[in-house]
């Protein structure tokens, strides 16, 4: 099934001219927000949409590009939409996301004292495919970023990989290419340096000319436009843009 995706942005951690990368997914009556950073509400406010429109939150992991928008998603569905909308997420992330990101703004005694106040959280396997609604699947890949720290990539409709922020992994690209019919990958990419936490360029570039084609760049640098041509068959993922892929 083609899968209907919209980035709210495409910047990496520190970027300032293209928001966190967030992602919103698009099912017929249904809206799902994939990561939630700091930049989040206002970039969903440039494109016209409120809180109220989305259905879903699903957490890759919890740098504050990714979750630190979840505080005011979370007052917002409680205090001004009194709704509460499912939190996807790998169970491991759970606790962390609660005490280390969220208590400290949202605690009140009795009122929000658990982040199942102000989401319905809904753990998802690992491995296994489920679904989210009629039209979207989602498996989570376990995949590396920062020792310590869950991360968890993407497995979309059983065709697109989608990645959270990871080190290079080109066994997994391999295997969802050869044997899990992965037509589509959105991956991370730290344009210049060495890969610490994050999958590299010249990286991305060492993969076999066919399976880049089937690449988008996302979570790039300010300084993207120096590399428009220095990408191969790779294109960048542009934010706003509605892709059917
Ligand atoms: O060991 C570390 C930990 C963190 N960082 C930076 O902090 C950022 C946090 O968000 P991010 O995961 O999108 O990107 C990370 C990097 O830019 C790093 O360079 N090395
Ligand atoms: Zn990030
Ligand atoms: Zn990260």
Known sequence: MTLKLQMLGTGSAFSRKYFNNNALIFDENFTLMVDCGVTAPTALHQLGRSWDS????????THADHV????ELAF???????????????????????EHTLKGGLYQEKYIESLEDVFTVIPLPVGTPADLSPGITVELIHTRHIPGRDSYSLYLNGRVFYSADMTFDPQLLHQLVTERRCDTILHE???????QVHTTLSELLSLPEELQSNI????????????RNSTGPMKFLEQHRVYEL
């Open 54 to 61: 989305i259905d879903a939150v699903l957490i890759t992991h």
């Open 68 to 71: 630190g928008g979840l505080e």
């Open 76 to 98: 917002q569905m409680k205090m001004r939409y009194q709704r509460k909308i499912p939190l996807y997420l790998a169970e491991p992330l759970a606790g962390p996301l609660w």
């Open 189 to 195: 990419c730290q344009l210049e340096g060495e890969g």
């Open 216 to 227: 988008h760049l996302m979570h790039y640098a300010d300084n993207m436009e120096q590399f």
